[in-house]
C-alpha cells in the first residue's frame, strides 16, 4: 500500500504515521525526519536546510526530490510505504509522479488531515517528542505516562513566531495539491480535529 498524509503543520501526519506503520509494516517517509537527521548530523546538506527549516521556509525542492528519489528506492518501500510532508509543492508533486512511473507503481490513497489554523498553534508550541522513542506527545492533548522515563525535547522550529511562518508557507505553496490529488481521484479527507484514537480509526475505516 502506497500512502500519503497531507494537511498542515501539525495536522497529525507523523503522530498517524507512527499508527500505520504498526498496523501496515510499512515505512513512514518523513522528509523533515530526514533533514532533521541531517542538520544533527551536521552534513552538507543539513546545513543548507537548517537555514531554511529556522525560517519556517520550505527547503528548495531540488534537495528534497533527491532525498526522496534514494529513499524511494530502498528495499523496505517494496510493499509499500507512507509519505509524510511530501510532496509540499507542485514542482516536487510532479517529480513523484514521474519517479513512481520509473519505479512502476502508484500512489493507492492520498489521506487529507483536516485541522483549522486556529488549532495548529496551540498543537505546535505544545508538542514533544521522545528521545527516547521517537513518539510524539503533546503537554495537554496527548501527554505521556512517564515524562522523565520518555526524555522529551521541543524541535528547535514549534515556536509560534515559526508557526505562523510555516502556515504561510502552507497556504501558499502546498494547499495547492489538495485539488492535484482530488483531480486524480485518490484523496480523501479525514477530520483531523477528532482525538488521535478518532482519527486513527476513521483511517483505517478508509483504507480497509
Ligand atoms: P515537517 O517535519 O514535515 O513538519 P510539518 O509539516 O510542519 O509537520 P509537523 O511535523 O509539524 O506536523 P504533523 O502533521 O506531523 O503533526 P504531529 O503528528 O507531530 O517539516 C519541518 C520543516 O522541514 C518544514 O518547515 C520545511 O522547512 C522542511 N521540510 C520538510 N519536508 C519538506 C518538503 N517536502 N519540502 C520542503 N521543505 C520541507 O502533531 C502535532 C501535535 O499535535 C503533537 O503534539 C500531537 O501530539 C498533537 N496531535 C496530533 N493529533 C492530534 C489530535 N487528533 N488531537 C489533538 N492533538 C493532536
Known amino acids: 500500500m502506497n500512502l500519503m498524509l497531507f494537511g498542515a503543520p501539525g495536522a497529525g501526519?507523523?503522530?498517524?504515521?507512527?499508527?500505520?506503520?504498526?498496523?501496515?509494516?510499512?515505512?513512514q517517509i518523513s522528509t523533515g525526519d530526514i533533514l532533521r537527521e541531517a542538520?544533527?548530523?551536521?552534513?552538507?546538506?543539513?546545513?543548507?536546510?537548517?537555514?531554511?527549516?529556522?525560517?519556517?521556509?520550505?527547503?528548495?525542492?531540488?534537495?528534497?526530490?533527491?532525498?526522496?528519489?534514494?529513499?524511494?528506492?530502498?528495499?523496505?518501500?517494496?510493499?509499500?510505504?507512507i509519505l509524510d510532508g511530501f510532496p509540499r509543492t507542485i514542482p516536487q508533486a510532479e517529480a513523484l509522479d514521474e519517479l513512481l512511473q520509473e519505479l512502476n507503481i502508484s500512489l493507492d490513497k492520498v489521506i487529507s488531515l483536516n485541522v483549522p489554523d486556529e488549532d495548529i498553534i496551540e498543537r505546535i508550541t505544545g508538542r514533544r517528542v521522545s528521545k527516547v522513542t521517537g513518539k510524539i506527545y503533546h503537554i495537554k492533548f496527548n501527554p505521556p505516562v512517564d515524562e522523565k522515563e520518555e526524555d522529551l525535547y521541543q524541535r528547535a522550529d514549534d515556536t509560534e513566531e515559526t508557526v505562523k511562518k510555516r502556515l504561510d508557507a502552507y497556504h501558499t505553496q502546498t494547499a495547492p495539491l489538495f485539488d492535484f490529488y482530488k483531480n486524480k481521484g485518490i484523496l480523501v479527507e479525514v477530520d483531523g480535529t477528532k482525538s488521535v484514537d478518532e482519527v486513527t480509526k476513521d483511517i483505517i475505516n478508509i483504507l480497509n
Not at 501526519?13 to 515505512?27: D, M, R, S, V, W
Not at 531554511?52 to 529513499?71: A, H, Q, W
Open 13 to 27: 501526519k507523523g503522530t498517524q504515521a507512527k499508527f500505520l506503520i504498526e498496523k501496515y509494516g510499512i515505512p
Open 39 to 81: 542538520v544533527k548530523n551536521e552534513t552538507e546538506m543539513g546545513k543548507e536546510a537548517k537555514k531554511y527549516m529556522d525560517e519556517g521556509k520550505l527547503v528548495p525542492d531540488s534537495i528534497i526530490i533527491g532525498i526522496i528519489k534514494d529513499r524511494l528506492k530502498e528495499a523496505d518501500c517494496k510493499e509499500g510505504f
